[in-house]
């Protein structure tokens, strides 16, 4: 059996942070930078592990952004950045279908995205496993959430890749036993895995 692991933002789905930060800030009465800084750090993690509801984070952001928007025009402009990539979404649910291969989504988001992915990636139903760090209370790269994704597929570190755009999130799952590739652009990923499937055979 062969396993890929796939990271979503900026690998399987485009992702343009800049322009959810000026979304948001078009609802608000601060810039861009500043909704950065403010939900960066602290507000941030417990977002992204699920700490902080959906909810919880707009009703922050009026408070403290001066948001004047309704909770789902929020969420609407919270997914600005986000967009369907057409070519990876269609390689990921191919390798799906050779014989012994197992694909599964490993990412760090938030209720907001989540629910914008459900209801634009119809294909993540197909996949053997998706996991959303806001729904198991863990992030890259924090060991676990790459063990729990082993659990879940079925596999050894040794049978798996995973495929992130940050170098940090690749290092831990090789310090784990997994294969790992840095994504910069799916010309080079595919060759990358390809070379990697054909060595694991």
Same mark, same amino acid.
């Given at each position: 059996? %062969? ?14 942070? /800049?322009?959810?930060? *000026?979304?948001?800030?078009? @609802?608000?009465?601060?810039? &861009?930078?500043?909704?950065?800084? $403010? ?6 993690? %417990? ?25 789902? /025009? ?5 997914? /600005? ?8 979404? $269609?390689?990921?649910? $191919? ?6 291969? %197992?694909?599964? @989504? ?22 053997? &496993?998706? @996991?959303? &760090? ?5 992030? %890259? ?30 290092? &831990? ?26 060595? /694991? *055979?």
């Amino acid at each position: 059996m %062969k396993v890929i692991i796939f990271d979503l933002g900026r690998v399987l789905v485009d992702y343009d942070h /800049a322009q959810t930060l *000026a979304g948001m800030a078009a @609802i608000s009465q601060v810039t &861009s930078d500043e909704i950065r800084a $403010l939900t960066a750090g602290d507000i941030g993690q %417990k977002f992204g592990v699920g700490e902080m509801s959906a909810r919880e984070f707009h009703a922050f952001l009026v408070a403290q952004a001066g948001m004047d928007a309704s909770f789902e /025009a929020f969420i609407d402009a919270y997914a /600005a950045g986000l967009a369907r990539n057409e070519t990876a979404l $269609l390689y990921g649910r $191919l390798l799906r279908l050779r014989p012994h291969h %197992k694909i599964g @989504i490993l990412s760090n988001t938030n209720e907001a995205h989540v629910r914008w992915l459900r209801q634009h990636l119809p294909e993540l139903q197909e996949f053997d &496993s998706v @996991i959303m &760090s806001n729904e198991v209370g863990l992030a %890259k790269p924090d060991a676990a959430i790459y063990e729990l994704a082993l659990a879940q597929l079925g596999a050894e570190a040794k049978q798996a890749i995973f495929v992130d755009d940050l170098s940090e999130n690749v290092r &831990s799952a090789q310090a784990l036993g997994l294969a790992g590739i840095v994504h910069e652009n799916w010309r080079k990923t595919t060759s990358q895995l390809e070379k990697w499937l054909m060595s /694991a *055979a």
